[in-house]
């Protein structure tokens, strides 16, 4: 197999790699000369954990799991990332954890996993890597990779992505993170400044001028920065996300399952409800029904901990209520989003994560999780 770039089937997909547009931020960095854009991927796949997950919902996990490769970086910086020690890395200045490897590696790693008997191959945050992925996969089909492709990302992507991925990709699993923002009118008492501010000076003209007074305005409330800059720092998220996932799925068509109830074509679009926010949560939910085609399913999740940054967001900073998941969840039945998945509240918690401890990468034995 030649290298990523060099004389391959797929080859024009590695000078994508030399000015860096693959995802929204467009960061123009020439990756295969060592400069690294706002995600931090350089020009070699890296993983930090391959093998069977079985935390996924039911007609991707089964019960042999899915094929789970878990890449390493990301092109956002949520503050409660459940997987920050691979996306963003530690505190402290850490190393964001992982591997790099081969797009032979990878296509190998792929094979691996049909072999121990997985429903199909997951992709988790695979955004920064895209043109190694296509050759990878294009490489172990021909080498007999039956399995559907999963495209499990945050939905920061652009829809000339979501193009590329056409004929590699067979589920796309996307978060569907923060609705639309929200009108000044809009603004709920949380967002009300905390001091109360004076009313200007009206302007008193000259005698000479006559002129009518203006009228006296009411200093109007600060808007709080939307909750996509504020948590996972993505300008203009609900625009990119929604444009993004529309485009997945006229690209897939409608949903297929097999003999097993595993999904093998389709689109299931995922949202965590977020603590204080079940507001944003309907706006997500509303747009998913007026503008998605029938049959593509909701994952509506309530596993939202407060890992990683969160303790810096007070509001954000605690699990989510029953009765903040109740109201969302009766939400989206009584607008007639009933065909996917929901979580309970016990699913919050580390019980989920898996150990992102090279499993399954370069000749380390996988575990299963």
């Known amino acids: 197999m030649t290298a990523l770039g060099e004389h391959g089937e797929h080859g024009e997909l590695g000078d994508l790699l030399k000015t860096c547009t693959l995802c929204p931020r467009r960061c123009g960095n020439d990756r295969t000369a060592g400069r690294r854009g706002y995600c931090g991927a350089g020009a070699r796949p890296k993983l930090a954990r391959a093998a069977l997950h079985f935390g996924e919902e039911p007609c991707l996990s089964g019960t042999r799991g899915s094929g789970a490769v878990f890449f390493s970086h990301c092109n956002l910086r949520c503050v409660f990332c459940q997987n920050y020690p691979i996306s963003q890395g530690g505190d402290a200045g850490r190393e964001v954890a992982g591997k790099e490897i ?7 790693i792929f094979l691996r996993l049909q072999q121990e008997g997985a429903h199909n191959i997951n992709l988790v945050s695979p955004t920064p890597y895209l043109p190694m992925i296509v050759e990878a996969v ?4 021909r080498s007999g990779l039956r399995l559907p492709i999963v495209h499990n990302s945050n939905g920061y992507e652009t829809v000339e992505a979501i193009k590329m991925l056409r004929g590699a990709v067979d589920v796309y699993l996307p978060d569907f993170k923060y609705g639309p923002e929200v009108e000044a009118s809009e603004l709920t008492a949380d967002d009300a400044p905390t001091t109360s501010a004076s009313l200007p ?13 203006p009228p006296v305005r009411p200093p109007q409330p600060p808007r709080r920065s939307p909750a996509s800059l504020r ?9 990119i996300a929604s444009r993004a996932i529309a485009a997945m799925a006229t690209q ?12 093998r074509r389709g689109v299931i679009v995922r949202h965590l409800v977020l603590p204080g926010m079940v507001e944003d949560s309907k706006r997500v939910l509303r747009w998913i029904k007026e503008n998605l085609p029938e049959g593509v399913l909701v994952s509506l999740m309530a596993q ?3 890992l990683h940054h969160a303790s810096r967001y007070p509001e954000i900073d605690r699990r989510l209520t029953l009765t903040e998941y109740g109201e969302v969840l009766d939400f989206c039945v009584d607008i007639g989003l009933t065909d996917g998945f929901a979580q309970d509240l016990s699913s919050a918690g580390k019980a989920l994560i898996p150990a992102f401890d090279l499993s399954g990468v370069s000749g380390k034995e996988a ?3």
Request: proline share 16%.
């Open 304 to 306: 939202y901990t407060p």
């Open 138 to 141: 294009a490489w172990a089909r």
């Open 102 to 108: 081969t797009v032979d590696d990878l296509s190998q």
């Open 252 to 263: 897939v068509g409608p949903t297929e399952f097999d003999d097993e109830g595993m999904i």
């Open 367 to 369: 575990t299963p999780a």
């Open 231 to 239: 948590y996972s720092a993505a300008p203009r998220y609900f625009e």
């Open 201 to 213: 000076r009206p302007h008193v003209p000259r005698p000479h001028t006559q002129r009518p007074l």
